[in-house]
Each structure stands twice: as C-alpha cells, then as structure tokens.
C-alpha cells in the first residue's frame, strides 16, 4: 500500500524554523507529483507547496521567499523547509501526493495523504 508519514513538526518562535519531512512508501517517489497542505480548526484545507516529477514548483503567496519543498528520491522523502515561521503558519501540515496532475495546487487532485504532523509558531 501507499503510505506518506509526516514528521518534524513542533513549538518554535516566530522567526525560528523548522524542517518537516515526509516519508513515502509503495511507489517511486521520483515519477510523483508531491505537495505540502495545511489545515487549522474550522478552515478548509489549504495548498502551501507542490514539486512535480520535473522538479517544477509552486508557492502559495504567503510562504514564497521562506518555504522551500524539495525531495531525495533515494531516500523516497519529501521535505518542506520553514524558514522566519509566523503565529499564521501554525497548522497541521499535511503531505500529499498523485502520479501527475495539471492542478498541482488543489487539494482534490492528490490521491495519497499522510497523517499530518502539528507546526505551533508562537508570537
């Protein structure tokens, strides 16, 4: 079976960083399109990171310039790299993942999910 498990989160400072990792199981990660999601209380999930199989990315607005998504194919691990984190980052953040999409930015298009790990940015 296809398996995402998500770790790295935690309780930092505003400014602080953190380095969140996604570990995939039953597929080939590098043939992927893969991408970070994150979700609080009473709001609708939300795109924050996506790469292609041809390492081609996308931001939402809000995180470009602080948030890098990258991946190790040989270790088949996705990362999302959070730089000067704000209270506004605080989420759970989801990895997600589908064989290839033309809407790399919506939620809908990703078949596979991990549990979601807790990222808490206190002001």
């Known amino acids: 079976q296809v398996r995402l498990v998500e770790s790295g989160g935690g309780l930092v400072q505003a400014g602080d960083s953190l380095r969140l990792s996604c570990v995939v199981s039953?597929?080939?990660?590098?043939?992927?399109?893969v991408a970070w999601f994150r979700q609080v209380p009473g709001k609708e999930r939300e795109f924050v990171a996506s790469?292609?199989?041809?390492?081609?990315?996308d931001y939402v607005d809000s995180v470009k310039g602080r948030f890098t998504i990258s991946r190790d194919n040989a270790k088949n691990t996705v990362y999302l790299q959070m730089n000067s984190l704000k209270p506004e980052d605080t989420a759970v953040y989801y990895c997600?993942?589908?064989?290839?999409?033309?809407?790399?930015?919506?939620?809908?298009?990703?078949?596979?999910w991990g549990q979601g790990t807790q990222v808490t940015v206190s002001s």
């Open positions: 997600a993942g589908v064989l290839r999409t033309s809407e790399p930015n919506r939620a809908q298009s990703y078949w596979y």
């Open positions: 039953g597929r080939t990660l590098s043939t992927s399109t």
């Open positions: 790469a292609t199989s041809s390492d081609n990315k």
